[in-house]
């Protein structure tokens, strides 16, 4: 009955039939796997490693290590020497190229990888260029500096220049050195002015980026963007980004970015302020430090200088001044800025308008929550609100919160546990030692019941020793007799089978363990399949694996048996 009534919910909720994913071994009984791609593995029993397409074998088991699989070509490692074949499985090039090379400029781009068309190889004495049929690349007498991508850097003649990967000249050898700044992409090279050697920058394309203009160069990482300082003979400093495209002029003695694309941190005589790419100067260059906030999409810039915070807007104008340090902004409406600072080691909450609206004695404020503070005195936890009136006791020890701060709780498990809610309002629910806070809901155990408190209110009150996933109203949950599966909104059990383990429904299929066998079940609750017997080591965490594998959209998962040997398994569909 209740498998009915489940099949009558999914169709009606509109759900859609699934393909049944299929699994099949790709190979069993082996010491070791290691994916080369989505069809690809290598294999290793008894000591040495194998290739194998699905379940071809297109190398022997003979290999010390195989390396990578890219641009269509297989490393192989034989006696701490590479060769490589082909996707086919034929051997192009004997294992003749040393694993490490010498020269310094190795650290720029990798050894005996084919990329582009071809590899860079050491044969002990040179580097050198490789086709996929093995042959070297015929380079006209000059010397192979290094190789990423598809750009090769070489010297012939005295001179520097580039190629591709195939050797086609793009920058004729004609300065004194080429050095790189991002692999493939953006390098330096260096060429005389006025007797002087001098930086500048181009591309992977041969194109000019910047003249030779600088005596020094060099790449700085902010927010996972990459940025190119460069340094004339007068002390100033231009800023690159990292295609070679020119962001400001050398006007200033530095430019920072600030993680913000419109605003750039200059330096002019030791002193910071902000300047915009379009050259406007927001904040003159005037304070020991300054950054960029935004509170309620308004841009606004916390300079210091000395012991004194100044807040600045667009216009250089001073919003709030004071002794101390900002934490964090709150509210920025009606031209009054509300936001938590520090003075003298404490804190408190400062309007920009009248000061000090909450007095800074707060040893220290763990977030907020609306116009609402969750602050601490001595050891104890308690929420005043904007104007420092006690909303919460400080009679709480410990406080947690969900990862994305929809909501806070105070607990200490003497009297009773209060959740702060993203709207600043407030949830009592049975004193805990110990909770677990999500965005929508906080989880504990209370007289031995795991319960779910939703932030709307909603109490999820059953004897679960656990609590798992949940997949179109499917809720697993751990009880007495093992875990299975109940209806996440009438909390009442979808099926009357219990199981040493579950896994969360996935596009209409979970994974289950029952006596150390991992199988597949559909919402109906039946067996679909036994992909693992009790041979197999390691149920739980295969069950997971299988339900990742298919989460995760990648190709493979591999299992050991319980004599120590690995079966690789692929997922079909």
């Known amino acids: 009955m209740k498998r009915t009534i489940l099949t009558f919910l999914l169709f009606f909720a509109g759900f859609s039939v699934f393909a049944q994913p299929e699994y099949k071994k790709m190979v069993t009984d082996v010491d070791s796997v290691f994916i080369l791609d989505g069809n690809y593995y290598a294999a290793k029993k008894d000591g040495k490693w194998a290739v194998f397409r699905n379940t071809t074998m297109i190398l022997d088991y003979y290999y010390d290590a195989i390396d990578i699989l890219s641009d269509g070509m297989i490393t192989f490692v034989r006696n701490n020497q590479a060769g490589f074949a082909d996707t086919m499985g034929n051997v192009v090039s004997m294992a003749d190229y040393w694993l490490d090379t010498p020269f310094e400029r190795y650290n720029q781009a990798p050894l005996n990888v084919f990329s582009n068309g071809s590899a860079l190889v050491y044969d002990g004495e040179r580097l050198k260029l490789i086709n996929k049929q093995g042959g070297e690349i015929a380079l006209d007498g000059a010397e192979i500096i290094s190789k990423a991508s598809n750009v090769v850097i070489f010297k012939k003649d005295g001179a520097y220049g580039m190629a591709d990967a195939m050797f086609n000249v793009i920058v004729p050898n004609k300065y004194r050195q080429i050095q790189t700044v991002m692999m493939g992409q953006l390098y330096t090279y260096m060429s005389q002015k006025d007797g002087v050697d001098m930086w500048g920058l181009i591309d992977a394309s041969g194109q000019v980026k910047s003249a030779a203009q600088y005596e020094d160069m060099t790449v700085i990482n902010k927010d996972d963007k990459f940025y190119i300082k460069a340094y004339t003979q007068a002390g100033k400093q231009a800023l690159y980004a990292d295609n070679g495209e020119l962001i400001f002029q050398p006007l200033y003695q530095g430019v920072e970015p600030t993680g913000k694309d419109k605003y750039y941190v200059m330096l002019d005589n030791t002193r910071k302020g902000i300047i915009g790419t379009d050259y406007t100067v927001y904040v003159p260059a005037q304070y020991d430090d300054i950054k960029v906030v935004t509170v309620d999409n308004e841009d606004l810039f916390v300079a210091k200088q000395d012991e004194m915070t100044y807040i600045l807007d667009k216009n250089n104008k001073t919003v709030d001044l004071f002794s ?54 001595k050891d104890k936890w308690g929420v005043i609100d904007r104007t420092g009136n006690e909303i919460v006791p400080f009679e709480y020890k410990k406080v947690r919160a969900s990862s994305a701060k929809t909501c806070i709780v105070l607990y200490d498990g003497k009297t009773k546990s209060e959740v702060l809610k993203e709207d600043g309002s407030l949830l009592e629910f049975e004193n805990v030692t110990s909770v677990l806070p999500f965005d929508k809901y906080v989880e504990y155990t209370y007289k031995k019941e795991r319960i779910r408190l939703f932030l709307d209110g909603t109490i999820m ?70 992909l693992l017997d009790e041979n197999y080591k390691y149920p739980t965490a295969n069950a997971t694996a299988f339900n990742m594998l298919r989460m995760g959209n990648k190709n493979f998962v591999s299992v050991t048996g319980n004599n120590g040997k690995i079966t690789l398994i692929k997922l079909i569909r």
């Open 461 to 530: 009150r059953k004897s679960f020793q656990n609590i798992g996933g949940q997949w179109n109203n499917i809720l697993a949950v751990q009880q007495k007799q093992g875990w299975t599966y109940i209806d996440a909104r009438t909390y009442e059990p979808l099926t009357d089978q219990y199981y040493d383990f579950v896994t969360v429904f996935y596009d209409n299929y979970a994974f289950v363990v029952k006596d150390k066998k991992v199988m597949m079940i559909d919402t109906s609750f039946n067996i679909v399949k036994t």
């Open 324 to 377: 101390g340090s900002v934490k964090d902004m709150v509210s920025y409406k009606d031209s009054e800025l509300i936001y938590i600072a520090d003075s003298m080691l404490n804190y408190g909450v400062r309007s920009s308008k009248s000061g000090w609206i909450v007095e800074p004695k707060y040893l220290d404020v763990f977030a907020r929550a609306g116009n609402n503070f969750v602050v601490r005195v």
